[in-house]
């Protein structure tokens, strides 16, 4: 299934690319032949075992050529957090959209530029890193996204900056999405010392079947802390492969919040990679999903240097007949004494034939480590709702604030406080009037 | 107010009441007791519509309605409370805001409006008041950490903030020490009305000492073999369950 987009390319070298420097039109090509070379994954794959994509591989998509120009400011308002202020780079069926953007009130030393605009007017933004965080190697989806990248968000914070206010990257469908597929690519460079929050959503103001296809490619440079949340609130019937690929520098800490709930097919891998002494890597998550929607999360975290540390919580909540994935990878590198990581995954299902495959994966090859991992599958305490029925609160209601408890605590970690209120808010409303049965 | 008539009930395969008949007036005071295994909880967990029971024969009447027809949730809005033999941990759920889903549930269910967080907080000082409890208790997770003495006297205050017309108190004095025992026995006393009435499970008499019962029954084998007045717990403490209870239930036990 993979000669549309073979064709897609020709057409995309013939014409826009031509003008792009050598060194992109480069990228793209590897990415093609990679993508050609691999083809979709299946479950033979072991990074692929619990989740099929062939509902993407045999569908065509066409590439989204643009904004359609339809999407009112006010629309964006359910999935700004009440925050109006806050700067926001807007990209509407996966082209930037200037007149919904606010890059002007990002603060001093912070540059939030589109894609689209580095790669034709600012090449020294993008080139010494596009392409080079992130690999393609192995990777089908992220070797489509090197070929077709199209536009995304482009960041950049200076050393010694410190932000306190988030910038935040929205990616909207909406109607015109039909059929289509965006090739997103961002990049992130934090620079020493700095400290600063990147919020990426993706968001959908219909119910069109689209596809999504990301790529975020991160420095974290010595010394910064940078804070990135993922929000993925996709249609229902959207198709939604988002890679996150973090390379830390010396002291550096990347704090990671990954939130899923839509999408009929999501998969989110997150990859960091502490590549020098005394990094930190928090990564956190929440994932639910009801009726027939998949949602996986891969998470890698190499540990290549000593003195570091890594944190995970994910947890899952899954109703109908939902399947949740998560694969939590720790690889301890020989030469990485004194790793200190800790992985977590708690899931709970609230039917039948809801349904979670988790996997996690302790690869140590230092010996003087402390690593541990733990993961659990659970239903709702029976006890504990007759309990809250026994004082009167109804079954829907018991249901909905013993689930929301169970999340209560991975929620927590958001340190932004009109993020964490608006995700509780969502979590608590999620399976209102859903085929939830305890 | 409560008519429990030829009521059976059992537990999976387990047939546990066989046979209960009582009947409770508003004003009264009733205590349940029983050795182990006799049904004494059970009773009480049917009564609040605990669905891990399933009832296969009889009738509960309450103020006139099928008491067996509601669901639990309708029960508690109906006035029916079960203090918990053991009150259950929930991890994630403050008791403010547990005790005032359930507060505002009952008055929505009466056709009351709801009460915000701070009217409600000024409601619960006379509450906490009432047994002992330090407001700090109010932002903890339900029950989290809780010693076995504040957990019962969280059900109390569960009860006081609740004002139930039937008030169901399940092994309430288990694990308690005597200044616990009296706190939790005052407030239950405290809450006695000529209107609402009281059934008190408990394997011991030293309870009935605070909480003084109008009528006693004794269980054994999921029946009341014997009912008398406050004497007869009495005459429980001083001779035990042994005369009341018949061979054939030794063996079933």
Redesign the interface.
Known sequence: MTAPYLADFTTLSNNGARAEPDWLRTTRRQGIERFAALGFPTPRNEDWHFTSVSSIAEATFTPLRGASGQVAKSALEPFQFGQSDWPVLVFVNGKYDASLSTPASLATGIRAIDLSTAMRDEPSLIEPWLGKLSTSEDRTFSALNAAFMSDGAVIHIAPYIESPIPLHVIFVSDANAAKGVAHLRNLIVAGHHSKATVIESYVSLGDSGYFTNAVTEVQVEQGATLTHYKIQRESQRAFHVHTIDAQQSRDSHYVSFSFATGAALSRTNIYTNLAGEGCGATLNGLYMADDEQHVDHQTNIVHSQPNCFSREIYKGILSGSAHGVFNGKVYVHPIAQKTDGKQTNNNLLLSERARIDTKPQLEIFADDVRCTHGATVGRL????L??????????D??TK??T??????VLETIEVEAVRSELERATLERFTGSSATP | MLQIKDLYAKAGDRDILRGITLDVAAGEVHAIMGPNGSGKSTLAQVLAGNPAYEVTGGSVTYQGIDLLALQPEERAQQGVFLAFQYPIEIPGVSNAYFLRSAFNSIRAARGQEEVDPLEFLDYMEKKLELVDMDVEMLSRSVNMGFSGGEKKRNEILQMAVLEPRLALLDETDSGLDIDALRIVASGVNALRRPDNATIVVTHYQRLLNYIVPDFVHVLAHGKIVKSGDKSLALELEAKGYDWLVEPQGALAS
Do not use: I
């Open positions: 305490d029976e006890m504990a007759f309990y809250m029925r026994s004082r009167g609160v109804s079954t209601a018991a604030l013993l929301y408890a169970f999340a209560a605590d």
